[in-house]
């Protein structure tokens, strides 16, 4: 059975890791090809200055794109997400490596599952306090949730 959770926690994380993978890259690829865009009309605009006014807000409604699409990265924290998924992940494949390698030692399979989901439960309450302490930091760049008013520094 302890198999069975461990089994089941690894495949719900490595899911989830390939989707903050696959989100991570997408932003990362779109966001340049965007700002590729951006100074290609730049340059179009140098040439043909008869269309400069068109071409000069559709350089600023692609900068607004760019600017939606990194506060969506910021806001979700697909990078830091999916680089936290692969430390849990191997942190679980551990767990079961170990588990495995104990059973055809002869030890007792209550002890081994009782350790083991000891362990579990030790990694993912981890997982969601390192979770918790992402979201409440800036990543870099300064992108994300704002952090929470506290009332310091305030002027009355």
Not at 2 to 16: F, M, R, S, V
Not at 104 to 126: K, Y
Request: hydrophobic share 40%.
């Amino acid at each position: 059975m302890t198999k069975h959770y461990l089994w089941h926690y690894g495949k719900e994380i490595a899911h989830t890791r390939e989707l903050t993978k696959k989100y991570a890259r997408r932003t990362t690829v779109g966001i340049a090809a965007l700002n590729g865009i951006i100074a290609m009309l730049g340059v179009t605009i140098a040439i043909w200055p008869a269309r400069a006014t068109w071409l000069g807000l559709a350089s600023t409604g692609v900068a607004g794109v760019i600017g939606v699409i990194t506060a969506w990265s910021g806001l979700f924290r697909h990078q830091d997400l999916w680089q936290q998924r692969s430390l849990i992940l191997a942190e679980l494949q551990r767990i079961t490596r170990n588990a495995e390698r104990r059973e055809p030692a002869g030890e007792d399979r209550q002890v081994i599952a009782r350790e083991a989901m000891e362990q579990l439960d030790s990694a993912l309450g981890q997982d969601a306090s390192s979770w918790g302490s992402l979201t409440r930091t800036q990543p870099a760049g300064g992108q994300g949730r704002p952090p929470a008013a506290t009332g310091e520094g305030t002027q009355e």
